[in-house]
Structures are given as C-alpha cells and as structure tokens.
C-alpha cells in the first residue's frame, strides 16, 4: 500500500493513532505501541534463544515465537484497552533473516528452524557450485555462496531430511511465520526475499532460471511483495488470541537490518550505518545493484521499494560482549545493569588493550573473510592480563571488523563520511568511541539504541500515509542526534597496528 491510498483492512476511529510494531530479533521478540512521531507509548519482550549444538548447527523451536508474539500481544491488547482514547492504526512486522522453517499445508513446522547462524550446509554449498559459478551466481541474487543464506539449508533439508521435504508445503522465514499467525497469509516482501539467493535483484523477483537449476518448486516459496506493503488483516483466530482489534492491517516493513538503515539516515551517498545487536552489520548506500570485485560484500534490497544497500556482516558482535559478562563477571546478568561493571572495567584500560588482541569470530567469519569455520581467538596474554583487558580487547575487535568492513562499503560505493550507529553495544560511551577511532571517521549515535524498530514504523508510517517519503519521517521521528564521537588520529595508529596483526594471525591460522 503507498501513501495516500486507503487501507485495505477494517480501520476507523477518532483516538490518538497509534502503530504497533513487533521486532523479531535473534534472542527475543519485542512489541511496541508509538505514536507516528516515534514515541514510544508501551512496550512488551519475550526472550528465547537459539540452541547451537556440534556441527555448526544452530536451531530454534518455531513455537518459541509463536508464544513471544501471541504473549507479547496479549500485553498490547490489554494496555490498549485500559487507553480507549487511543486507536491502533496498524500492525508492522520486522525480523531476522535467512532462517528457514519448513511447513506444511496448514502452516504447521514440520522441523525447528534452521537458523541464520546455522553453517552445517556446507556441501550443499560444494553442489550449488557444482551447476553454477559463484561470480553468476553473485551477480544474480547479489549475495556470496555461503551456508548462511537460505537456500543452502533448503537444500540441506531436502539431501538430509526427506521426510520432512516430502510434507513441506512452504519453505518460509521468520516473518512469514508470523505474519501467517497473524493474517493466515504466506507472504514475504523484497528485503527478505533477496537473503534466500532465489530472487533476482534487479527485477524483485523470483529467479526462474535459479529455481529451475536447483531444482526448487516455486510453489515452496512465499508470494512476494514490496517491502511497507500490507500483507492481509488480523484473523479472527488472531484477534481471539491477543484482544487486538478485528480487521487491523499487518504490514511487512523489511528486514531488521534493512529497517535499521532507514532509522538511522541511509538515504544518501558519503554515510554509511552500522546496526550492532547479536551480530553487526555495515551498510552503505546504493542507487543501483553493487557489486564488489571479490565477492567480498553484498547487495540486498533496500526497505525503501526500488533502492538497495551494500552490507557487510559480522556474524557474533554483541553475542560476543554477553559471552564476556557471563564467562567473566559472575552475577553481573543479574544486576540492574548487567554490563555497568564490564564498562567501567573496559573504561579503565587503555587503548589497544595492553597487548590482547581478539580475533572475533566466535560464530565463523564473514566480510571479508567468508569462512564459516573461523574460531574466535585471544591472543597475547600473560599472567598480568586482567578480563578487563579481555572484555577491552572484545570490543576492539569488534571495532576492528566493522573498520575493514567500512573500507570495502568505501571501495565499493563511495567514501563514507560519517557513519550512523545503533543497537545495543552503542549504549557504551567507550564502544562508540572505540569505533570512530578505529574507523577514523565520525561515529553519530542517535537518541534510540533501538534503530530496528523506528525504521519498522517509518516504513508503516509511509505506507499509512503520515508521511510523503521516507526521508520527511526520518527528520520527524529521528530528529535528534545524542552525541557525536570524533576519532582520534593517534589512537587510530594503535588500532591500525593491532588490525594489522589481527589480519596477520588469521592468514597464519588459514593457512
């Protein structure tokens, strides 16, 4: 639905307007009341947790979601009800990528979902190169050979769970799956869509030529749709489960990544953004489909229709910086503030971490390494090395990636100028900073962590009409700026040194 057109649900109403957005994320689920100039009114989490096992694997029951977003709805109808002056306009829907859940007709899971994290597909990786090149393919579906899309999985599915593929009815993501809980609709917009390495970039649509050469029956995939668009109406059965109003317009506003950029700015060229939640990504904008020499980044459809960005991805980020407070500070999960005590301690250590440099591929490597079987590293320390210097040294290689990563958005679609950063390890004042002086570009955080979410709703906002464009709600609903952080030539020189190093363990371990 565009701006300006009527709704095609049930609306109506004198209250205050108001959108409801739900946030699939990796670790939970959260749903939001907020006005159309980005307050948010309530909102309401669910967590759950990927389970990893040997072999690469990494699954997640879908019933976990179908209780995170039925409970957390529940949660809005009621504050809904208890605010009669306030009306919900819509429903808007944003998730995680490249998670597969095979169904069958009726739209039950038939296995757990093979999640983004999941690298097992590996062979099936070896047999897609085997009917065609990895330079055709990129160019197709603008996306690297990797077992981290979905089509490996989809793939692995079928090689290693026949049963299971012979019931399947719809291979689905995680927005699908609660879009068709919400709307009994199999749906999936562009910015989904584009991470299976099944759908042409330059045209938004399925690729028959890919389908045809793996084998895949259309009638397995989702019917697409632009990304903003609405995706059906609020069942009855939906309406029986939350208290929410009957009829209400569910839209799907684009992946969480995707989203994010919108929320933080990406609208121009000489910007770049950086979203850090459980894994971190880079992206950058593009007028036309980008791509790079050596495959090293990739190119995915924009959450505005029509546009694109350029991405570069960092599998384990903030996973990392949890992984340090629950390894290292014991109890500090069940504080207030659970990492208060993990960034006082990173604060007080200098830069370059006193020798420590991590590797951060606790989850295998992407950009620019591309190598699912990395492992994370902690090198250089002695009996003096305290986890201060550790949790330091996290954060730094973190940095670092994201540092390599800008280079290759810079390469490839032009130099970057400011980069504009989100999620939750951009609470941290030293994160932040750590980031521009390794970047050596100025790092602006806006006045929300939550990037994925108010991207999500100016999306819905577009589509419901508040706004002409995209860009006139981001200046309403992000219209302030928190702080800026200006790099540190000097500091930049210990930064380069330890990439330097960092680059030179790797090839070593790679070799």
Not at 112 to 122: P, V
Not at 146 to 164: A, G, Q, T
Not at 289 to 296: A, C, L, S, T
Not at 358 to 379: D, E, R, Y
Request: charged fraction near 20%; hydrophobic fraction near 40%; include cysteine.
């Amino acid at each position: 639905q565009r701006a300006g057109q009527p709704a095609l649900c049930a609306g109506g109403g004198k209250g205050l307007k108001t959108i409801i957005t739900i946030d699939a994320g990796t670790q939970s689920l959260r749903a939001g009341v907020l006005t159309t100039r980005g307050d948010m009114l309530f909102s309401a989490s669910s967590d759950y947790s990927p389970v990893f096992s040997p072999g690469n694997r990494a699954e997640q029951d879908p019933a976990t979601w179908k209780e995170a977003l039925f409970g957390t709805l529940r949660k809005v109808g009621d504050y809904l009800s208890e605010n009669p002056d306030m009306e919900a306009d819509c429903m808007a829907i944003t998730s995680q990528r490249a998670s597969v859940i095979p169904v069958d007709g009726a739209g039950e899971p038939l296995y757990n979902a093979l999640m983004w994290q999941d690298k097992r597909a590996r062979a099936e990786c070896g047999w897609i190169e085997s009917k065609i090149s990895r330079e055709e393919l990129y160019h197709a579906c603008g996306l690297r050979l990797d077992p981290y899309f979905s089509l490996p999985k989809m793939l692995w599915l079928r090689s290693n769970e026949p049963e299971v593929w012979a019931k399947t009815k719809k291979l689905i993501g995680v927005q699908d799956y609660l879009t068709f809980l919400l709307t009994g609709s199999m749906v999936t917009d562009w910015s989904q869509a584009c991470r299976t390495m099944l759908m042409d970039l330059s045209t938004f649509s399925w690729n028959e030529k890919l389908l045809e050469l793996f084998d895949i029956d259309r009638s397995l995939l989702c019917d697409l749709i632009p990304p903003g668009e609405e995706a059906g109406c609020l069942t009855d059965k939906a309406f029986a489960e939350t208290g929410l109003p009957e009829g209400l317009p569910v839209l799907l506003c684009g992946g969480d990544q995707q989203c994010a950029a919108l929320a933080l700015g990406l609208f121009a060229p000489g910007t770049a953004t950086s979203n850090t939640g459980t894994g971190g990504f880079v992206l950058g904008y593009a007028e036309k489909p980008v791509f790079d020499r050596e495959q090293r980044i990739l190119c995915s459809a924009s959450a505005i229709p029509g546009r694109w960005i350029a991405e570069a991805g960092i599998y384990a980020s903030g996973a990392m910086f949890s992984w340090a407070r629950n390894q290292l500070f014991e109890g500090a999960e069940h504080e207030a503030d659970p990492y208060e005590r993990i960034n006082r301690e990173v604060s007080a250590v200098p830069p370059g971490s006193n020798g420590v440099i991590v590797l951060p591929h606790f989850s295998g490597s992407a950009a620019p390494n591309w190598n699912p079987l990395a492992k994370g590293l902690i090198f250089n320390l002695g009996l003096g090395s305290t986890r201060g210097e550790i949790s330091r040294a996290i954060l730094e290689g973190i940095a670092g990636e994201i540092a390599d990563n800008l280079e290759l958005i810079s390469e490839n679609c032009g130099k970057v100028n400011r980069l504009f950063v989100a999620g939750g390890l951009t609470r941290s004042p030293a994160y932040c900073q750590i980031m521009a002086d390794s970047t050596q570009v100025p790092v602006v955080r806006r006045r929300s962590a939550e990037a994925t979410v108010l991207g999500c709703l100016i999306s819905a906002c577009v589509a419901r009409g508040y706004y002409e464009d995209c860009e006139s709600a981001f200046l309403t609903i992000m219209s302030s700026v928190e702080e800026e952080f200006l790099p540190d030539p000097e500091r930049g020189r210990i930064y380069a040194k330890n990439r330097a190093i960092k680059r030179a363990i790797y090839a070593a371990l790679n070799s």
